[in-house]
């Protein structure tokens, strides 16, 4: 097989909300040595019982193929969706920063978290947590930024998408 | 209905007679139901990887479903291997394993196992039942899993309260809907496509694996009407063999690894490759950058993913290859005025020429017994008995399959996939109980043997006429080839030391020990074997250094094929490359 360039891929699996489902995705792609950069799992549907994962992974074309086709053979698999840009919204992550940091730098604080629309949603004196749902590389510098300013502590979703149709 | 009558009553409503099994804690109110009833025969197996062995040699000499029933914790564990090989060869079995009660799961209670968790890669689908409301449906599905689509086990694990408590039994009542459906959807313009390369091809090849023998034998039936009226060559992989009758002019041998010359080089050259259930292995392609190189290829598969995986393909026929192959002939013989057997010509008189090497022919003495020549006449002595056929893993395999020609599918048993030492004697039994009236044959290698010969218990237990045909070597032959060949003749750890006397170990189980040890006794004593009507362990002593050729060396291409010992390996064959492949 000829060296093709790697490509990231964001696929959506729809499955059945039972036990052991996560398990035989998560473990499909240990098993087979695929990556998984990202994951993201939560029910969708509660009468039928379906949850959605969402998975971020990188290989060629067709591994990317090869990938989608042995989760289509999973029993407990529903549906598989390869997110592309054409046919999805862009990708979304929601993040929760808690910063330390000196009184002295409140101010700074403060104007970062507004220039990157983030929500406050917790402080004390000295601790600030903050709420942030955008792209996966605005919520990067984001961090970054703050890191500049205090120790941090983050706690964040993995990325999500959905079909625009 | 105590669950553990559901579960009987749900297998016999399946059609299910035989279970082979080893009962235990867990499983003791299964085991009390199956004392109580008639329609269901259970064969005790003396280890659970023998179970589940049995159940494969049953189900692929059978075309039905295998069932084992096995116990918690070790009972489970052990079944694992026999599970893998399973899934790896695509056979469908149910495997019922007991648990331990629902309230002590996760308590590391006793002869505690994580079944589900444990087998999960192994299995095509497996379940852990809850509640006894479930049960009936989940046996249900389980079924339709293991034997649609690509076939393969599935695993049930019961835990033991449920299978004391109460509830109804539906049977036939039930109407359930089953939510797993594989897909097939036959692509009419593909199959036109198809025929144009067919049509078109100067220097065509059939190539058929395990996926025909899975899809019946009215796949292998009309498969065999197609390549006669295309007169293409046609080469079987070690799962295919069978499928396509080897008596047959048009059948160039075995491919892969240890296939025939005219098979491999017609591959490499060909310029059609016609893949028919088979998934392009890599003991069959060799060095995947010069497989084919000239070659379109047409896949037919029922699993998407099988194609492209390993090699790139032209066209993808995704479906039952009985349906698609019906459909191609179809289209054929509508265009059957465009098929003009002048194109492959030149083809058939090259492929002849390639025939000429006889790369199966070997040198004939009386001491010791070439092991190519006690198969060989093992064949000839048989072959007109409509033989099964089973063997473990290792050089024996592969002589099987080299001088045994099989006419039938489901005649031949081996472990292709996993390469389980020891599937031999375990699967002879399976397929002695599914044909008890035919002659079985477990051509073993004595290292293959020893891993699972507590079965011969077994066999002298149900009374088994399975005969036993042992090439023995006392080396684990295989390994000491690929030492010899690829480590400098540095032979660690592959003489099996300190062996039994067969014919005495035979003798204790009851069963009927005889010996060779020239060739001039070869015809004899395999007469004698088949003669008797009880089971027979025949010690065939062999030539300790015969190597299995031809042979592609890893790493190396079709063409760079070993026809014998004095086609010396060369730097070039063998690379580094292909020294850490296995």
Redesign the interface.
């Known amino acids: ?1 000829p060296n093709q360039k790697k490509e990231k891929h964001t696929i959506s699996v729809l499955v ?1 909300d039972e ?2 489902a996560l ?2 995705v998560i ?1 499909l792609f240990s ?1 087979r040595g695929y990556n998984i950069d990202s994951l993201t799992v939560a029910p969708v549907n509660l009468t039928k019982k379906y949850s959605r994962i969402i998975i971020v992974t990188s290989g060629t074309k ?1 591994i990317i ?2 990938i989608i ?2 989760l ?2 999973l ?2 698999v529903k549906k598989v969706i390869d997110l592309t840009l054409g046919n999805s919204t862009s990708e979304r992550e929601l993040a929760l920063v808690k910063v330390t940091s000196k009184n002295n730098k409140i101010n700074l604080l403060k104007k970062t978290a507004k220039k990157y629309k983030a929500k406050l949603i917790f402080h004390n004196s000295k601790k600030y947590a903050f709420e942030i749902t955008n792209s996966p590389d605005i919520i990067n510098s984001f961090i970054f930024e703050l890191n500049k300013i205090g120790t941090i502590d983050v706690s964040r979703t993995g990325l999500i998408a959905i079909l625009k149709n | 209905m105590h669950g553990a009558k559901i579960v009987l009553k749900s297998l016999v409503d399946q059609g299910v007679d035989i279970i082979f099994g080893y009962p235990g804690g867990a499983t003791l109110p299964i085991y009390d139901e199956l004392f109580k009833q008639r329609k269901l025969k259970h064969i005790l197996v003396r280890h659970e990887q023998g179970a589940v062995h049995a159940a494969e040699g049953y189900a692929r000499s059978s075309g039905k479903v295998g069932v084992v029933c096995v116990t918690s914790g070790p009972g489970a564990t052990n079944c694992v291997t026999g599970l893998a090989d399973a899934y790896m060869d695509s056979i469908p079995l149910i495997c019922l394993t007991g648990q331990v009660p629902t309230k002590l799961i996760g308590n590391d209670a006793f002869q505690e196992a994580d079944t589900t968790g444990i087998t999960r890669p192994v299995t095509k689908h497996n379940y852990l039942v809850k509640n006894v409301q479930d049960l009936e449906k989940i046996i249900q599905e389980a079924f339709h899993i293991a034997k649609s689509g690509r076939p393969g086990p599935v695993l049930i694990d019961l835990p033991k309260d449920v299978q004391n408590e109460k509830y109804i039994y539906k049977g036939k009542k039930r109407n359930n809907k089953i939510n797993y459906q594989p897909k097939a959807n036959i692509n009419l313009n593909s199959i036109k496509k198809a025929i144009t390369l067919i049509l078109k091809a100067k220097k065509p090849i059939f190539y058929c694996g395990g996926g025909v023998i899975n899809s019946g034998l009215e796949a292998s039936k009309i498969l065999t009407k197609l390549i006669r009226k295309t007169k293409f060559p046609c080469t079987n992989t070690l799962m295919g063999l069978g499928c396509f009758p080897a008596i047959n002019k048009q059948f160039i041998g075995m491919l892969g690894m240890h296939g025939t010359y005219e098979a491999n080089l017609a591959m490499h050259d060909s310029d059609l490759i016609i893949a028919v259930g088979a998934r392009f292995d890599d003991r069959v392609t060799g060095n995947l950058s010069k497989f084919s190189p000239f070659a379109k290829k047409i896949h037919i598969d029922i699993d998407p993913s099988s194609i492209n995986k390993n090699v790139k393909v032209d066209i993808a026929l995704i479906g039952d290859v009985k349906i698609i192959i019906n459909s191609i002939y179809l289209q054929l013989e509508k265009n059957k005025s465009f098929l003009k057997f002048e194109n492959i010509k030149k083809w058939w008189s090259q492929i002849n020429t390639w025939r000429k090497k006889n790369c199966l022919g070997y040198k004939k003495v009386n001491y010791p017994i070439k092991p190519q020549f006690a198969v060989e006449r093992l064949y000839e002595l048989t072959k007109n008995k409509d033989c099964f056929i089973t063997t473990g893993v290792g050089q024996h395999q592969m002589w099987a399959a080299q001088y045994y020609k099989f006419n039938k599918p489901n005649r031949w048993m081996t472990s292709g996939g996993l390469g389980t030492m020891g599937y031999g004697l375990p699967a002879a039994i399976g397929a002695q109980i599914a044909n008890p009236n035919k002659l079985v044959i477990d051509i073993d290698g004595e290292a293959s043997f020893l891993m699972t010969m507590q079965e011969l218990s077994t066999i002298c237990q149900y009374k088994l006429p399975v005969k036993i045909f042992i090439v023995n070597n006392k080396w684990m032959g295989m390994v000491r080839q690929w030492q010899e060949l690829i480590h400098s003749g540095r032979y660690s750890e592959s003489y099996t030391e300190s062996l039994p006397d067969f014919v005495k170990l035979a003798e204790s189980f009851g069963i009927v020990g005889l010996k060779a040890e020239k060739s001039s006794e070869v015809d004899n004593a395999i007469k004698e074997m088949i003669k008797i009507k009880k089971p027979v362990l025949l010690n065939m002593v062999v030539d300790q250094k015969e190597n299995c050729f031809p042979m592609i060396p890893s790493g190396a291409a079709h063409n760079e094929i070993l026809l014998g010992p004095e086609d010396k390996t060369t730097d070039e064959t063998i690379n580094e490359e292909g020294m850490v492949l296995v």
């Open positions: 097989m059945n036990p052991g398990a035989r473990g098993g067709i193929e090869q086709h042995s289509e053979r029993i407990q």
